[in-house]
Antibody, heavy 120, light 109 residues
Framework: EVQLVESGGGLVHPGGSLRLSCAASGFTVSSNYMTWVRQAPGKGLEWVSV???????YYADSVKGRFTISRDNSKNTLYFQMNSLRADDTAVYYCTRARGGSSGWYFDYWGQGSLVTVSS | DIQLTQSPSFLSASVGDRVTITCRASQGTSSYLAWYQQKPGKAPKLLIY???TLQSGVPSRFSGSGSETEFTLTISSLQPEDFAAYYC???????????FGPGTKVDIK
């Protein structure tokens, strides 16, 4: 059974750092495209980052230069290092598996979400 | 980047109603559109990908259609568990990024 279990969220002051983890089971993280999607309180969904199976990474402009997506193949775990956090980074962060091909790209499995609150 | 709009933003419906949600893209996006359902406090759930392919395990009352710039999600007979928010999503090719529509909330009349 495919599962994504997130951890690492919490309250952090503006300018601070936090690292989210997403432990996967039922499939191999390094063989798939993995993403982070966030949702600010009461708002819609916003894609923020992707890591390809080959290791290439991309970021939304809103987090570029501040956040880093990575993975540990030995632990089958995805990470999201968030630095220089701002109040508008406050959101629930979801890790997802991305699938794609002739039917486009979509997110077929989601973690339970990890709340990050940036406040003084 | 391609922008997505959804209509309506909110709709009130009764159990058994036929419900249609529209997603429009600012540029043609072939058939690369997915739909998600999100209930309060829960992670989104994939319903449809490739504009019309039902994800495994999703009830057949859900269907999707459309191409290029206009897509629809239809619920043929609304059930109590279908009251939720629905989002469309597509891929921007380069640089790679993913865009979500603003969402449609389906509420009980």
């Amino acid at each position: 059974e495919v599962q994504l279990v997130e951890s690492g969220g919490g309250l952090v002051h503006p300018g601070g750092s936090l690292r989210l983890s997403c432990a996967a089971s039922g499939f191999t993280v390094s063989s798939n495209y993995m993403t982070w999607v966030r949702q600010a309180p009461g708002k819609g969904l916003e894609w923020v980052s992707v890591i390809y199976s080959g290791g290439t990474t991309y970021y939304a402009d809103s987090v570029k230069g501040r956040f880093t997506i990575s993975r540990d193949n030995s632990k089958n775990t995805l990470y999201f290092q968030m630095n220089s956090l701002r109040a508008d980074d406050t959101a629930v962060y979801y890790c997802t598996r991305a699938r794609g091909g002739s039917s486009g790209w979509y997110f077929d499995y989601w973690g339970q979400g990890s709340l990050v609150t940036v406040s003084s | 980047d391609i922008q997505l709009t959804q209509s309506p933003s909110f709709l009130s419906a009764s159990v058994g109603d036929r419900v249609t949600i529209t997603c429009r893209a600012s540029q043609g996006t072939s058939s690369y559109l997915a739909w998600y359902q999100q209930k309060p406090g829960k992670a989104p759930k994939l319903l449809i990908y490739g504009a019309s392919t039902l994800q495994s395990g999703v009830p057949s009352r859900f269907s999707g259609s459309g191409s290029e710039t206009e897509f629809t999600l239809t619920i043929s007979s609304l059930q109590p568990e279908d009251f939720a928010a629905y989002y469309c999503q597509q891929l921007n090719s380069y640089p790679p990024s993913f865009t979500f529509g603003p969402g449609t909330k389906v509420d009980i009349k």
